[in-house]
C-alpha cells in the first residue's frame, strides 16, 4: 500500500516516460545537492560572518530558484525542444556560477567550494561533448579569477591576494584537467554509439539475408514456411480460412536457353515485381526456389483467392520484360491454388497445391487450377 503510494508520487515527480525519468533522476540529484549547499553556505556565513546578509539571502533565491527553473523546464517537456533535453551546460554554468558567489561569501571557508566545483564537472562526464566541457572549464576559471580578483580587492584581509594567486593556479590545473577527462569519455561514448549503429545495421543485413531471397528480393522459402505457420496458428485459434497457391513459370527453361541465364534472373526479377503488385498487401508471395513461387492469402477463403490469383495471372502474362535487346520477352505462369482444410498438416495443403499445379501445366499451361 505505502509502496504504491510512493510509486505514485515517484510517477507525478518523475513522469513515467523512461528517458524523461533518467533526466530528472539526475536533476533531483542536482537539487540535492544543490539544498545541502545551501544548508552549508548558511552555516559557513553563520559561523564567520554571525548572521546571513541580504547577499547570502539573494545568493539562496537565486540557487533554489535557478533549479526549480530547470526541473519545470524539463518536467514539463519545454527542454525537448532542444538537442540535450537534459539542458546539461545550461545546468553546469548555473552552478558553477552559484559556485563562484558562494566563494564570495564564505572568507576563510571557501576552499570548500572547490570539492563541490570538481562534482558539478562531473555532472557533465556523461552527457557533454569534449568542446562544451572545455567551455564549461574556462567559463569557471574566467568567473572564479573574477572573484578572486575583486574579493582580494574589496576584502584584503579575508581573501589576500597571494592566496587567492595560489587557489587561482590551482583552479587553472583541476578544471581542464577534468574538462580533459569529460572529453575522453565522451569520445569513449561516441565510438560505443557508432559500434551499437554497426551491430544494428549487421543485424538488419544479417535478418535480411536469413529471410529473403537475393535474386528477386522476396521473402525466401524459410521465411515463407514461418510466415504459414504462423498463419496455420492464427486459423486454428480464431477459425478463419487461409489459401495457398503454388506457381511455376512456363517453359522457362526455354528463356534460359534462348536469351541466357542473366535473361533469366531479369525475368525472374520482373515476375517477383509484377506478382507482388497484383496482390493484396496482406498477401504474401514468396520464391519457392527455383522457378517456382508460393503465395500465401491469408484469411481469405476460395472464390476471393481465385479472384485475386487470376488478377495475377493476367498481369504476368500482359507484362513485356525488357532485356534491352529491343525484344521483350513475355512469360506465363500456372497455378496450383488451394484452402487449407481444417484438420491438413501445412504439408498436405501443400502437397494438394502441388498436385494442382501439376494438373494445370497438364491441361496446357497459363491457368489456374483450384481445389477446396
Ligand atoms: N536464370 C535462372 N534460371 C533458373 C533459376 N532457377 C532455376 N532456373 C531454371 O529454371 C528452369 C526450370 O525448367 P523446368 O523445370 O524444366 O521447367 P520449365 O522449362 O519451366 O517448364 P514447365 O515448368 O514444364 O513449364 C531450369 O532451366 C533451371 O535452370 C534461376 O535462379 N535463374
Known amino acids: 500500500m505505502a509502496k504504491s503510494h510512493l510509486r505514485r508520487l515517484g510517477d507525478r515527480w518523475l513522469g513515467t516516460e523512461p528517458a524523461q525519468r533518467l533526466r530528472l533522476r539526475q536533476t533531483s540529484l542536482a537539487m540535492l545537492l544543490m539544498a545541502v549547499s545551501v544548508v552549508m553556505l548558511h552555516h559557513g556565513v553563520a559561523l564567520t560572518q554571525g548572521k546571513a546578509g541580504a547577499l547570502t539571502w539573494a545568493w539562496t533565491v537565486y540557487a533554489v530558484g535557478g533549479m526549480a527553473l530547470v526541473y519545470a523546464a524539463i518536467r514539463s517537456g519545454w527542454s525537448l525542444r532542444f538537442a540535450d533535453p537534459s539542458l546539461t551546460t545550461v545546468q553546469i554554468a548555473f552552478a558553477l556560477s552559484a559556485a563562484a558567489l558562494a566563494y564570495a561569501q564564505v572568507g576563510p571557508l571557501r576552499g570548500a567550494v572547490f570539492p563541490v566545483l570538481t562534482l558539478v564537472q562531473m555532472f557533465g562526464m556523461f552527457q557533454l561533448r569534449a568542446r562544451s566541457a572545455y567551455g564549461l572549464a574556462a567559463y569557471a576559471l574566467v568567473l572564479f579569477g573574477a572573484v578572486m580578483a575583486t574579493m582580494s580587492w574589496l576584502r584584503p584581509e579575508a581573501y589576500p591576494a597571494e592566496f587567492e594567486r595560489i587557489h587561482f593556479l590551482m583552479l587553472a590545473c583541476m578544471l581542464p584537467a577534468v574538462a580533459v577527462l569529460t572529453a575522453r569519455l ?187
Open 186 to 372: 565522451s569520445r569513449i561514448r561516441h565510438r560505443l554509439a557508432d559500434q551499437r549503429q554497426e551491430l544494428a545495421r549487421a543485424l538488419a543485413q544479417l535478418h535480411a539475408i536469413a529471410t529473403r531471397d537475393e535474386l528477386t528480393g522476396l521473402p525466401n522459402r524459410r521465411q515463407m514456411q514461418a510466415l504459414m505457420d504462423q498463419e496455420l496458428l492464427r486459423s486454428l485459434r480464431q477459425g478463419h480460412d487461409f489459401c495457398i497457391a503454388v506457381l511455376d513459370l512456363d517453359h522457362f527453361k526455354r528463356i534460359n536457353d534462348q536469351h541466357g541465364h542473366a535473361a533469366g534472373d531479369t525475368v525472374l526479377r520482373a515476375f517477383a515485381q509484377t506478382g507482388q503488385a497484383a496482390l493484396r498487401a496482406t498477401d504474401v508471395i514468396a520464391r519457392w526456389g527455383g522457378e517456382e513461387f508460393l503465395v500465401l492469402l491469408p484469411d481469405t477463403a476460395m472464390p476471393l483467392a481465385l479472384v485475386g490469383m487470376e488478377r495475377l495471372r493476367l498481369q504476368v502474362a500482359a507484362q513485356r520484360i525488357d532485356m534491352g535487346s529491343g525484344m521483350p520477352v513475355s512469360v506465363t505462369v500456372s497455378i496450383g491454388l488451394t484452402g487449407h482444410r481444417r484438420g491438413d498438416t501445412l504439408a498436405q495443403t501443400l502437397e494438394r497445391a502441388d498436385q494442382l499445379l501439376y494438373q494445370a501445366k497438364a491441361e496446357g499451361r497459363d491457368r489456374i487450377c483450384e481445389g477446396p
